[in-house]
């Protein structure tokens, strides 16, 4: 007898209020679990450091003038460097953007937002789509677990969770030391210290193979960008899903599903 199908998909923290293209993927897999059943697992990437992830772009209400907003961090090194399961907002951000919102959206949004109560920006995210009722029913796997990454396999391309300067940034290492990117070709080379699997997260081309090997999903839903660096050779035996069209694909969703 067959297992039931693993329905998977994956993301970084993508926005206080959840991009567009991340819901598509929740709706993709919801269709698709409504016609072949299992369990829908969303690979939530919270080891990514990147700044940018989270930006939020909202239409104003009357002009519809773009605009894009973003957390503020506790302090730059953080905010270039450090994990996004470890960047801490500032105390007074939540308040300072609790009050631009009602230039961008309804007050039944808004309302869910203040009730959010998350010290970093990885678990404000997630707590802001649960508040929504995105994760209902769906399994959360976080790349930052500590179990979920002693149970993962060994990746060749990597990671690591090291201090600097008083705060743990995601530094890559390249087989001697740690590398820390600056932008353009400018790095900063951190000296070698001892590292356990705990620290590790994967590269992009290694996130499948080492997601894979804990999740053991039947099918992956992705994106068009995804489907273009995906190495669909580690994973065989997984049946890629195109995700739903949506349009404004980079724009905040800013609808509470019925």
């Not at 991009?19 to 929740?26: D, E, G, H, S, W």
């Not at 519809?64 to 907002?89: C, D, E, G």
């Not at 010290?119 to 508040?131: H, K, N, P, S, V």
Request: net charge neutral; hydrophobic share 40%; proline share 6%.
């Amino acid at each position: 007898m067959s297992a039931a199908p693993v329905i998977c998909f994956g993301q970084q923290p993508c926005g206080f209020f959840p991009k567009r293209f991340l819901v598509a993927k929740f709706l993709t897999a919801r269709r698709l679990q409504k016609e072949i059943g299992g369990e829908i697992v969303f690979f939530y990437h919270d080891s990514d450091h990147d700044p940018r992830e989270t930006q939020t772009i909202l239409r104003h209400r009357k002009t519809t003038a773009p605009a894009i907003l973003n957390f503020a961090f506790a302090n730059k090194v953080q905010r270039k460097f450090s994990p996004l399961y470890l960047k801490r907002i500032a105390p007074d951000w939540q308040k300072k953007t609790e009050l631009q919102l009602p230039n961008y959206v309804e007050h039944s949004l808004i309302d869910l937002f203040k009730k959010i109560s998350a010290g970093t920006i990885a678990d404000f995210c997630l707590e802001m789509y649960r508040q929504m009722g995105l994760l209902e029913g769906i399994r959360i796997v976080r790349s930052s677990a500590p179990e979920l990454r002693r149970m993962a396999c060994d990746i060749s391309e990597f990671f690591v969770d090291v201090p600097y300067e008083g705060e743990t940034v995601r530094a890559r290492f390249n087989g001697e030391n740690f590398q820390l990117h600056e932008g353009g070709n400018s790095f900063v080379t951190l000296p070698p210290v001892n590292f356990s699997k705990e620290q590790i997260s994967p590269a992009r081309d290694t996130r499948l193979r080492w997601m894979q090997s804990v999740v053991r999903c039947t099918h992956y839903v992705a994106g068009a960008g995804e489907q273009a660096y995906l190495r669909r050779e580690d994973a065989p035996e997984i049946i890629f899903i195109q995700r739903d069209d949506i349009d404004r694909s980079d724009e905040a969703y800013t609808e509470i599903p019925a």
